[in-house]
């Protein structure tokens, strides 16, 4: 198997930018697309970009343009993701388009698939602090292995059916993921009409809110494990509290911070940063962890009026975070008081319609695990085929 270089094998040139200064530019029919709209693009294609610019303005950029069938490359930022255009479009100059000239020597899709295999190695070559980026001149030395054409193909085709298999398992995940959020709505309503008439009370009526607390100046987490888990805001989203980057504290520690722990079923919400309003339940895995000063726990007073799964649902929603934004200080440091949380307002639905959801809840959490221990499957499926399929193990 030989190698060539992909300025031998392909003709290649970047895209441009239309001056922002005139807004009309951006007010065309011709697709103009950006490194977005290729990390965007779930099954590898680009169908459309969310930009568009008008004739004037590919003009003033040298009428960059590219046919349908182009590899896109990301030189700035995500280096090295890949897209091919399904239409005819233009690009900014953070993307290089690829078209092949020898086509008898080298195959589109395969040359996708092979910038998957070097990804890290352009990463490593890249330069710039804030933005990495890498060069023309960088792309157009590098080598490619190149076995016979009708092998490309066959390595492209087997690729092919390994990434559907992985794309259409993540569709299945963001399907039941949407499921998720539309259930709520479904069976208890949108709570800004609440033309259900459910009661209305408050957080602070039905719970206690209490804060987390800050590690004591002396004092230091473990990466190693340990029975107290430290929950910080990062580990708190969409419903959940991930074990992703946990410390831990020490025993000792953990004593002197034992009035700010929580409890399975607790319900979490960040109040400091970027991420307020971000909601998760306690788990069993993380009873008696302790709490971050950058989050408050809500403790339901009567579990017979009110459920842990929906208060949290309910927190999630949408009219509940327009409450979280209206109330935050955003003097210096965003942050959200703790009465300010006891002070949104709460539906209660009969306490049988909340248990239900749960239950109903449970059942689309347990075939979405199903699905992403798949995906995991997937992902080591095709990372190993890509691998081989360049080591020429693979036809």
């Known amino acids: 198997m030989r190698n060539m270089a992909l300025k031998d094998l392909c003709i290649m040139k970047s895209g441009g930018t239309p001056s922002r200064k005139n807004p009309s530019f951006y007010e065309g029919e011709i697709p103009w697309a950006k490194i977005s709209d290729l990390e965007f693009s779930p099954d590898g294609y680009i ?8 004739q004037e303005a590919l003009a003033s950029i040298n009428n960059r343009f590219f046919d349908a069938g182009t590899l896109f490359l990301a030189m700035y930022g995500s280096v090295g993701k890949t ?81 559907a298999y992985r794309q259409k398992t993540k569709a299945l995940i963001t399907k039941y993921e949407e499921l998720t959020q539309s259930l709520f709505l479904d069976m208890f309503g ?38 107290h888990p430290y929950i910080k805001a990062q580990n708190i989203k969409n419903g959940f509290i991930t074990e ?41 895995t993380f009873h008696l962890a302790n709490l971050t000063e950058n989050a408050n726990k809500i403790l339901i007073k009567n579990k017979d009026k009110l ?4 208060l949290a ?16 200080m955003a003097v210096g440091v965003p942050k959200l008081a703790l009465f300010r949380i006891q002070q949104i307002s709460l539906l209660l639905p009969p306490i049988e319609m909340q248990r239900s959801f749960k239950t109903s809840l449970n059942s689309i959490k ?20 890509l691998q081989r399929a360049f080591k020429g193990e693979l036809v």
């Open 307 to 310: 459920d842990d799964t929906y």
């Open 244 to 284: 992703k980057n946990i410390e831990y504290l020490t025993d000792n520690l953990a004593e002197k911070l034992k009035r700010y722990i929580v409890k399975k079923g607790d319900v979490c919400i960040t109040v400091v940063g970027v991420n307020i309003g971000d909601i998760g339940i306690v788990p069993e």
């Open 366 to 385: 347990s075939q979405k695990t199903q699905a992403q221990a798949s995906l995991v499957q997937a992902e080591d499926l095709f990372s190993s085929l």
């Open 83 to 163: 897209g091919i255009s399904k239409i005819p479009m233009t690009t900014n100059q953070a993307i290089l388009g690829i078209n092949i000239k020898e086509k008898d020597l080298l195959d589109i899709d395969y040359l996708k698939y092979w910038f998957k295999t070097i990804k890290q190695r352009l990463l490593n070559r890249a330069v710039g602090a804030a933005l990495p980026n890498i060069s023309l001149t960088i792309v157009k030395e590098l080598e490619i292995p190149l076995p016979p054409l009708d092998q490309q193909k066959k390595i492209a085709a087997i690729l092919d059916a390994a990434d």
């Open 190 to 227: 949108d709570p800004v009409s609440n033309i259900k008439g459910y009661f209305k009370s408050t957080v602070g009526e039905e719970c206690d809110v209490k804060g987390g607390k800050r590690i004591p100046k002396g004092d230091k987490l473990i990466k190693e494990k340990t029975n």
């Open 47 to 54: 169908h459309d970009t969310k930009e568009h610019i008008t």
């Open 313 to 328: 649902y309910y927190m999630m929603s949408d009219f509940v975070q327009r409450q979280v934004i209206k109330r935050t």
